[in-house]
Structures are given as structure tokens and as C-alpha cells.
């Protein structure tokens, strides 16, 4: 049964009982065609040559009886019934034998004396009137009366059996109260998700450098912000004595109480504290070391002369080194020319970071013609690379959908499902990849979608996909953009990789870009650690497509507070960096050539390690290898394998089996080959 329509809904049985008697009363018109029918009948009854129009009609004008001539035919003849109206003659009229007398009776009145001579006023008229204007006054205090439950329900999604979540967002009390006027909301309707955000209030702090920045006075003077000021702001000793004549002034025009006299409760106290004999940190575990990172230090420590590192995610060039991009270099050497001009300095960034950034970061991602931004419903903050966008978007969720999970592939990048229950989000998952083929398991994945709560949180990753470097085809993605849009379920997508991936920025921005123009409410990561180089800057980009702009602005005043009480300010160097080159046409086309260069060994060392897989005849089917996209490849190793490829042979990768490509080299591609041969023979 329908959630909304179970008996044991709270509010079932007064809804009920209110809408019966409503129905009840709410055609006062049939009400008194009834009384009058009825009246009718006995009237009929009242003697010979009286009938039943003669005793409740008056005689009528002209114009009366040519609106009952006329209408009574359009009647008849909606009904299929022949247009001439024929009446019965009233009870006790003998039928005589002329054709006059038994012609049929119409109610042709005017110019006819004889007949309208017949019909005299009879109180009796006004019995069904009165009637009918009764019920219609009792069915108006029927709508307003205070015994009514209040027609203003919130309710939150139910589930049901048939896993379709249903929710009643509200139940208007408009001018009509028939069902007609029930007003159910879904997740899939009009709206947003961020609709009763307010509005933060300003930073005290940061409110102070922007009352300042607005300020004309030549005098003006900020001594808000907590930053060392040398010359052109700060305390100066030229205005020593200007600030000490303003205090002076004020404390005068508002004179300062002393605060009351009391006891102050951490005096008088003549006990010693006590010493603290053991450490307030005695219980905590040691955790276990990042699978990831724990590699790298690994390979930090093994002497072998032929160790080789495929567990990091970072670019290597074919020397196994990593590579800083010179367009890079060339956005350093600006900024270094800028701070030395005075233009840029080291002192904080606003809240949000540099619009400069992450706008144009945003433009990259989603293209010149994207609607939202048209539109100026995006609201975006620069953040701490990936990790820093991902935590701050779990905040948002945990604070503005609560209750909602999030569901991320199986499987993932680890770090996402660590990452959301800080922030009180639970973590399930979804069926992605599918081990027997190394691809994806799209039936499955779509299955599962289509099983998920609306309101649910879906984390998708626009390309390369990590750590199987699997990805949907376009036909794909728009199958499962539909999925998301119908079942009210909300996308968050994870771009780490763009360019990086094919070697075509738009390309990879396919998925990304198709989902902002289904009108979806979304939440956007961008991370240029890997295709920009900058790992150890921290750059990126949190953007969330609203419903509208007023939505976008009250939502990111909210997002502010979470900023500041996490790190504050972001950092600036590696966003000063990005935004150079990505306002910066000529740079912007040197950068992506440089991409282009990277993505393209990557996809040559899977060619060149697929070619030495079959030329030593390793076990197995390999065309995953070639097939798979971006940094990463899923080989399918096992655990037990993988130590066979450490311990024996000092490659060091992750226990699922996942290689970097970025990693490979060209002369170490039948190194790996065989090893991988001797680990799956080893352990089949």
C-alpha cells in the first residue's frame, strides 16, 4: 500500500474523517435539487389540474421562458434523446381525443394567457433555496473549522516495499480543500535541496578588512586583522597620535562600566592540583600505516638496485622523476616578478580563496556554454586540493541533508571512505567493477542506483576512474545521469584527472559537463594536483550547482564558517600558480600541451607492457591493460601475487593489485612482464 495512503499514518484518521464530511456538504446545489425533487413528488399529488411546474414556478418573464425552451432541447439531445421536449400530463388530467388536447405538453408559456393564467406563486418555492443556502453556509464552516488538523505537514521520504521513496514536503490549504489540492513534493520536483539555508552572518574579523577596503577617508586606518602591517596599513607611528585622540574621544562619549566586584571561583583554593602520574594518551592504538603512502616508504627503504615504485599516484618522467611542468616554472617566475613590483604578498587569502582561480578552474571543467554558470547558480570556494573539496562538500551534506548516505564505487579511492564519516555521513557502496572482465559492471551498477533512496548522495568519478582506471562510455554516462535524475538521487563528482586521462580536456569533461545540463542539484571536485603538477600546493576547487542564485549565495556564506574553522584560508601559492596559467590564453595552450605529453607516455607504457604480457605468454587475458584509461591499471593480481612482486622483485604496489602507470618505464616493462609471470604461475 501507498505510504501516503496507510491507515496507520499519524494524521490518517482526523484527515479522513474531515474530508468525508466535506464531501458531504460540498454540493449544496444537489442537496436542494434533492429537498426539491421531493417536494415535487407530493406536489404532484395535490389534486387534479395542478402539476408539478404549476405548483413551484412563478410565471416567467419572456426571456425566463425562452431560456427554458432552449435549454431543455441541448439537454435532451447531450443525452441522445429525441430535441422536442415531451412532458407527461399531471396526474388527473383526462386525455381527450383531439390531436389538440393530446399534442405533447411543452413549456412554450409566452403567448399563452391560458397557460400562464394556470401557474400561480407557491410558498413552497423557497423551502429548496433556503435549504441549499444552508448547506452552503455549513459547507464554508466546514472548511474552516478549528477541529480541522492543520494543513501544513513536513514530512520526511518514506520507504517502501517497492524501494520508490515518496515524500510529502507540504499539503497547502488553498481556496479549494478538494484532493485535487494535495500538493505532493518528491525529491525530483522543483525544490532545492539547499532551500532553508540562511544566510551566515560576516566573519567579525574578516569584516573588518572589508569595512576598510570600503572606506574613502584619507585618515582611514585598519587595525582589525591580524597580520603585520609595515607602511600602508597597521599602526604607524605617524598615527600613534591620531588613534590616542579617537580612544580618548570615544571612552568620553561612551564611558566604560568596571566590571562588578565578586569572587573569583580559582582563588582561595588551598589544595595542590593534582599531578597528572599517567599520560592522557596511554590508550590510543597505533593506527596502521595509509596503504598508499605506506608503500612509498617501502620503496624508500629498500637498497635493491632494480626496486620500482607503482604505488603512488604522482607523474614520473621515463627517468623516474618527477616532473615540474614549465609552465609552472614560467607562473613562479611571474609571481616572483609581482611580489617584488608590491602587486601580490604572503598575507592571507579571503575565505574563498581567489575568484580568479576558481572561476576559470570551474569554466575548464564545464565549458563556455554551460547553463548554471550562464545562469550564476554555481557557488564555488578554492579548497585544499581534492582531499580538502571532498571533506568540505561531507560537511555540507552532514550539515544540509541529514540523514542522506553517500555511495561510492566498489571499488574506490580509498581515502573517500574515510573521508565522509567525519563528518557524520554513512558510507555504502555500489557495484562498479567487475573482476571476471576487468571492466565494468554497468548492469549491476545500474541496478543499484535504481535501488537507492531518493535524497541519497551518489559519488562518481568523471574520469580515469581510481583505482581501475575503468570508465563509462558516453552512452553510459547518459544512461546513468537519467538513473540519477528520475530516482532523486544527488551527484557528487570527483574530477582528479582531467586531461590527464585521454589527453583531451573536453573530452574528459564529457560526463561532468552532461550532468550539469539535466538541471540536477550537484556537488563538483577539481584537483590539479596531478594534471597541473602540484602535489604538495594543495589547489583545488569546490563548486555546488543550485537550484538558483539566491540558493548559490547562502549557501556558500555557509560554507565560509566551515572554511575557517577547519584551516582558515587556503593556501595561495599553487592557486596563484593556476590562475596564470588558466587566465593566460597562451599559457593555457602550452599547459595543456604539456598534459597532453604525460597522458600520452602513460598510454604508450600500457602498450609496451601489454605487448611484453603476450610475448611471454603470462597467464591470462590482458587486454584490460590497453582498455583501462589514466594513470592507474587494475591488473587483477592478488594479494598473494603482489608479495611475490615485492619480496622477489622490489616492486612495490598496493595489495589490490593496482599499478601506476605513471610509474613505468619504458626499460622496465619485461622486468615487470616476468615478474608478473612468475607471481601468477607461483600463486595461480
Given at each position: 500500500m501507498n505510504a501516503l495512503h496507510s491507515t496507520t499514518h499519524p494524521n490518517y484518521q482526523s484527515v479522513q474523517q474531515t474530508t468525508d464530511a466535506q464531501r458531504m456538504w460540498s454540493s449544496p446545489a444537489l442537496v436542494g435539487a434533492l429537498v426539491g425533487c421531493v417536494l415535487v413528488a407530493v406536489a404532484a399529488y395535490h389534486g387534479p389540474g395542478t402539476s408539478a411546474i404549476e405548483a413551484f414556478v412563478t410565471t416567467p418573464s419572456v426571456s425566463a421562458a425562452s431560456k427554458v425552451s432552449h435549454r431543455i432541447p441541448l439537454q435532451r439531445k447531450a443525452h441522445g434523446i429525441s430535441s422536442t421536449p415531451v412532458f407527461p400530463r399531471p396526474h388527473g388530467v383526462r386525455q381527450s381525443g383531439t390531436a389538440a388536447d393530446n399534442a405533447p405538453h411543452t413549456p412554450e408559456i409566452a403567448g399563452n394567457p391560458a397557460a400562464a393564467s394556470r401557474f400561480q406563486w407557491s410558498p413552497l418555492l423557497a423551502i429548496p433555496v433556503i435549504i441549499g443556502a444552508v448547506a452552503y453556509v455549513v459547507s464554508r464552516a466546514m472548511r474552516q473549522t478549528p477541529t480541522q488538523p492543520a494543513l501544513k505537514y513536513s514530512l520526511k521520504p518514506i520507504e517502501v516495499p517497492s524501494s520508490v521513496a515518496v515524500a510529502m514536503a507540504g499539503w497547502t490549504s488553498e481556496k479549494s480543500q478538494s484532493r485535487k489540492d494535495m500538493k505532493l513534493c518528491a525529491t525530483t520536483t522543483d525544490q532545492s535541496l539547499f532551500e532553508d539555508v540562511a544566510m551566515a552572518p560576516p566573519d567579525p574579523i574578516l569584516g573588518v578588512t572589508q569595512a576598510f577596503k570600503a572606506c574613502e577617508s584619507p585618515d582611514k586606518l585598519n587595525l582589525g586583522v591580524g597580520a603585520y602591517r609595515s607602511s600602508m596599513a597597521g599602526l604607524r607611528e605617524e598615527k600613534c597620535k591620531y588613534l590616542a585622540d579617537a580612544m580618548k574621544d570615544a571612552i568620553l562619549t561612551h564611558p566604560s562600566t568596571p566590571p562588578s566586584g565578586g569572587s573569583n571561583p580559582l582563588e582561595g583554593s588551598d589544595e595542590p592540583a593534582a599531578a597528572l602520574t599517567d599520560s592522557l594518551f596511554k590508550d590510543v592504538a597505533m593506527a596502521p600505516p595509509d596503504p598508499i603512502l605506506g608503500v612509498t616508504q617501502a620503496f624508500k627503504a629498500c637498497e635493491s638496485a632494480d626496486k620500482l615504485n607503482l604505488g603512488v599516484g604522482a607523474y614520473r618522467s621515463e627517468e623516474g622523476k618527477p616532473w615540474v611542468l614549465p609552465t609552472v616554472k614560467a607562473a613562479e617566475a611571474k609571481l616572483l616578478e609581482l611580489q617584488e613590483a608590491g602587486a601580490i604578498n604572503k598575507e592571507y587569502l579571503p575565505i574563498d580563496g581567489i575568484p580568479e582561480f576558481y572561476s576559470a578552474a570551474l569554466k575548464l571543467m564545464l565549458g563556455d556554454d554551460c547553463t548554471p554558470l550562464k545562469e550564476g547558480r554555481v557557488c564555488s570556494v578554492q579548497c585544499l586540493s581534492g582531499t580538502g573539496g571532498l571533506r568540505l562538500a561531507a560537511a555540507c551534506i552532514g550539515q544540509f541533508q541529514k540523514g542522506a548516505s553517500i555511495y561510492v564505487p566498489n571499488p574506490t579511492w580509498?581515502?573517500?571512505?574515510?573521508?565522509?564519516?567525519?563528518?557524520?555521513?554513512?558510507?555504502?557502496?555500489?557495484?562498479?567493477?567487475?573482476?571476471?572482465?576487468?571492466?565494468?559492471?554497468?548492469?549491476?551498477?545500474?541496478?543499484?542506483?535504481?535501488?537507492?533512496?531518493?535524497?541519497?548522495?551518489?559519488?562518481?568519478?568523471?574520469?580515469?576512474?581510481?583505482?581501475?582506471?575503468?570508465?563509462?562510455?558516453?552512452?553510459?554516462?547518459?544512461?546513468?545521469?537519467?538513473?540519477?535524475?528520475?530516482?532523486?538521487?544527488?551527484?557528487?563528482?570527483?574530477?582528479?584527472?582531467?586531461?590527464?586521462?585521454?589527453g583531451d580536456f573536453d573530452k574528459d569533461a564529457w560526463a561532468c559537463r552532461y550532468f550539469a545540463e539535466q538541471g540536477m542539484e550537484l556537488y563538483l571536485v577539481q584537483s590539479f594536483a596531478k594534471n597541473m603538477g602540484l602535489y604538495g600546493e594543495r589547489t583545488g576547487v569546490l563548486s555546488i550547482i543550485c537550484q538558483d542564485q539566491d540558493n548559490a549565495a547562502r549557501l556558500k556564506s555557509q560554507i565560509k564558517p566551515f572554511i575557517r574553522t577547519m584551516y582558515s584560508s587556503p593556501p595561495q601559492h599553487g592557486a596563484r600558480i593556476a590562475e596564470l596559467i588558466l587566465n593566460d590564453p597562451q599559457q593555457l595552450e602550452a599547459w595543456k600541451a604539456e598534459v597532453k605529453v604525460m597522458a600520452d607516455r602513460i598510454i604508450k607504457m600500457r602498450q609496451l607492457l601489454y605487448q611484453e604480457l603476450k610475448a611471454n605468454e603470462c597467464p591470462g587475458e590482458w587486454e584490460h591493460v590497453i582498455n583501462q584509461i589514466g594513470m592507474f591499471t587494475f591488473t587483477g593480481l592478488t594479494p598473494e601475487q603482489v608479495d611475490v612482486l615485492t619480496q622477489k622483485y622490489s616492486i612495490f604496489l598496493t595489495k589490490d593489485g593496482r599499478i601506476s602507470m605513471a610509474g613505468l618505464r619504458e626499460e622496465k616493462c619485461k622486468y615487470l612482464a616476468d615478474a608478473m609471470k612468475d607471481a601468477i604461475l607461483t600463486h595461480p
Open positions: 580509498g581515502n573517500h571512505n574515510k573521508i565522509f564519516p567525519r563528518e557524520g555521513v554513512p558510507v555504502k557502496s555500489y557495484t562498479y567493477y567487475k573482476p571476471e572482465t576487468c571492466g565494468l559492471d554497468f548492469e549491476g551498477m545500474c541496478a543499484d542506483l535504481n535501488a537507492m533512496p531518493s535524497g541519497s548522495v551518489v559519488l562518481l568519478h568523471a574520469c580515469a576512474h581510481n583505482p581501475t582506471g575503468v570508465d563509462p562510455t558516453e552512452e553510459q554516462w547518459a544512461e546513468i545521469a537519467s538513473i540519477v535524475k528520475k530516482r532523486g538521487l544527488v551527484p557528487l563528482i570527483d574530477s582528479a584527472y582531467q586531461g590527464f586521462a585521454s
